[in-house]
């Protein structure tokens, strides 16, 4: 199994900031990535495919980047509604795995 | 439009069953894969079960193996996952979700509501 480990946990920013997300493969999964977006009480929403592709109608504030293990995910301009929790997941492998999660908090 | 809806969640005991129903409209049923995400109270996501569009293969996480069973009714659009032998720890909300079907081959692309399932004595 892949394990996908995301870094901080947790993080404080105010609106208008510029965030990354961090993730990490334990084995190499190409650029099989995808992030998701959750806010409280929602089902999770598909903000980037393809490591750095932006699925349909999500802002260009969001991009994702990299490849092999090591993915991030940037904000350019934190906007209120961005505050939420944010995943990874790679789909090269079964089983599918997610990170634990960023929560994006604010400050 | 694209929809999915699950149902069939509820309270049950452990060691006993419940079988989830994801409806599916607006889009191909038989075209993508599928599969079920659940969420523990309070935690993050965790992948469960997959199905390929033409039903010939699955596959699920080692924690659910030999007491989940996902499959597909292509007759009536419906994914279900048949939960035998529920354990306190399967209690959680479980997301049916489509794979690829508004953007990339193997991406969660769409997302039902959430059905509850809570596992208690």
């Known amino acids: 199994e892949i394990v996908m480990t995301q870094s901080p946990a947790t993080l404080s920013v105010s609106p208008g900031e510029r965030v990354t997300l961090s993730c990490r493969a334990s084995?190499?999964?190409?650029?099989?990535l995808a992030w998701y977006q959750q806010k409280p009480g929602q089902a999770p929403r598909l903000l980037i495919y393809?490591?750095?592709t932006r699925a349909t109608g999500i802002p260009a504030r969001f991009s994702g980047s990299g490849s092999g293990t090591e993915f991030t995910l940037t904000i350019s301009s934190l906007q209120s509604e961005d505050f939420a929790v944010y995943y990874c997941?790679?789909?090269?492998?079964?089983?599918?795995?997610f990170g634990q999660g960023t929560k994006l908090e604010i400050k | 439009q694209v929809q999915l809806v699950e149902s069939g969640g509820g309270v049950v005991q452990p060691g006993r069953s419940l079988r989830l129903s994801c409806a599916a409209s607006g889009f191909t049923f038989s075209s993508y894969g599928m599969h079920w995400v659940r969420q523990a109270p309070g935690k993050g996501l965790e992948w469960v079960a997959g199905i390929w569009s033409d039903g010939r293969n699955k596959y699920n996480v080692d924690s659910v193996r030999g007491r989940f069973t996902i499959s597909r009714d292509y007759s009536k659009n419906t994914l279900y996952l048949q939960m035998n032998n529920l354990r306190v720890e399967d209690t959680a909300v479980y997301y049916c979700a489509g794979e690829g079907v508004l953007e990339w081959p193997n991406v969660f692309d769409i997302w039902g509501q959430g059905t509850m399932v809570t596992v208690s004595s």
């Open positions: 084995q190499k999964i190409s650029s099989n």
């Open positions: 997941q790679q789909y090269n492998n079964w089983p599918r795995t």
């Open positions: 393809g490591a750095s």
